[in-house]
């Protein structure tokens, strides 16, 4: 799809790109010591810290990727909503306040204060790392899908301004700048989701968002001994049909451009649907539905084929609230898409097909996860994986971990974490009106869900898109920084300084933290570069998965039984992590969407989360058991 | 290096062993309705489509409860611990 700057949109972008950077610049001068490049010198407010997290934890994978996947798959992506803020509560009870009196700069300290083991550095450093990258790509496959309909330059570009703009923050000024970007961002976020969510409502839902919306065509087709014969329609002749999976697609063509139809039963009559495609020839050409892409062919979708307001089939709703909004789409039908791949000939074919759903099941769990009709015993164990994976994950995440040593006590690292669960909480309930809001509004783009949130904001005027684009933009900027903070003290402060014995002063020892935060910075760009176009909040719930099987079996225990022994934690690091990962590479949807093809993966299971937290639990157990001192307890 | 001291001294917490159980306890009955949510969605699916009120469905209610209960269980856990602070950290200054 091609996007088309305005110059206001560029204006404001600019204008707030260049207050982060003015923010940073004029913190970095303040900050000379490690203690202010790790912890923001220990001195930040609850109130801000909190908001902070607010804009740490509300990244590209809440506003882009929740509300991208509910506007594709309704309910399914609150579910990502419902999951992402449970874990604050593993956070707040269980974590918080003990790490922050065990910890000076990273979870590393607090994880290792009992037991000075230079393992536990070594895996607690890498464990950051890992989880960290993990955690980064999603925010850079965000930056990528916010810049295209704002700046209208490709996915690449995104990727790599932001790569460059945060190396500059992380570079010069640490977490005290990360910290103040982050409060206003937060703050912003949430405004103008309101406002966004306002504006939804005031506008109702119309079978026809807006006067030049493409409605999507049907034609009648006759079927002789399984193919088709003949169409009802003297504008297009038969090109061909591939039966891909259980159904069939027919090729027509119309002015010497071929265009994919998807064939469906109505009433014991074949019906042709319109069908969106991108094909890849031969030699390499991508034509969107069957033209150069310059031709703008390829159009936005989404929108309610049959709108219900109390029992009653209407063609708008007028302006609604919030709660009568979920009752009309419940008792509604929304045009959804579901994306094939097949080959035709020589060419590749990617197609989103036309998928009437009814509001009973957009309103309910199962259109992503399966776990009611078509259901398998997997299915319904990734659904499992999924929850269970977001719950754990929260508080095993090393950048919001680190957020504990910027506050000055336990009371304020509990009461940032109440403000924190308030604020995140809030936003989370606007995720469902914001996706659902992109769903009826004819404004999705089948290549990326990532774009619905920005796009919706975009059709209620340039203003709203360009400031909600700007904040979302601003927000991945501090989300990254904070994860190249966490990742640059792992390498830095864990790795050189702990566990290689490397003597550094103290400004050595940020000039290091710099210098891991520029490798680490440009390595994410190349991952941003390449997991393009996979919904972001998929990629942080892998992310979630990866940092709950590493981490928090070691941080729980470590906290709750006396039996853990330092061999213990360091086993279950590594356990989690080899664990996590194998899952995920093997997994069906990392073989379509990144690896691009239609194989059968080797792992039946989407999220590892169901595998790899109890295990890396029970490597814990039985290593500490295995590894007791006579006659004491390893404290 | 390895085990250094926390980010700032701040004294003794007199009512951590309180806030740390007091935290289990409220953390195991989240986690009873955090589960339920799931056993119903894996064991009884059908059941998150019925209409609880206003013209919303389990899923909805169940959903947005678990959000809404996070926050005020946050700002119960937060008052206990506030009174409790207050009142064992006041005594054990006295000391």
Redesign the interface.
Known sequence: MIYTPSPLAIGIFAAFVLAVLGLSSFFAKKTTSA?GYY?AG?TIHWGVNGIAFAGDYLSAASFLGICGMIAFDG?DG??Y??GY??G???A???VA??L??????TFT?AL??KY???GI?LAAGISTLIVSLCYLIPQMVGAGALVKPLLGLEHHWGVIIVGCIVIYIVATAGMTSTTYVQFIKGGLLIIFSTILSAAIFVNGINKKPYDNFRELQTISATLSAGKVSSIGSSDYTLAGEVDSGDKKYVKLQRDGIFTWWSTILVEGETQLKEALFITTTEDGRELYNGAPKEEQRFFQVGNASKIVVDGQEVDKTGSIGP??F??TI??SEIIRFTKTLFIDGKDKVVLWYQTPTSG?DI????LKFK??EG?TFLS?LN??SL?LAL?MGTSALPHVLIRY?TV????DA??S??VA??SI?FF??LT?FMGLGAMVTGVIDLQSSNMSAPLLAKYFGVVLFSCISAIAFATVLGTVSGLIVASSGAVAHDLL??YF?VKLTDKGQVRAGKISAVCVGLFAIFLGIIFKGINVSFLVGLAFAVAAAANLPAILMML?WKKTTAQGIISSIFVGIVASLGIILFSPSIYLDLYKTTATAPIPLDNPGIIAIPLSFITLVVVSLLTQKKGASSQ | MGGHGPSTDWGVDHASDYKAKLGVYMFLVYVVIYAGFILINVLTPKLMGVIIFAGLNLAIIYGFGLIVLAIVMGLIYNYFCTKKEDELNKEGAGK
């Open positions: 203690q912890a220990g309910y609150f579910l909503s419902i803020l449970a604050w509560v593993v707040l009870f269980l306040e003990p922050k009196r065990y910890g000076k700069y300290d290792n204060y000075n083991s230079k550095e709660f009568k979920l009752s419940k008792q009973i309103m309910r769990p199962g776990v009611d259901a319904k659904f499992v929850m719950f040593y000055p006590s336990s009371k509990r009461k974490t109440i669960i308030s909480g989370y309930i469902v300084t702990n014995g709750f």
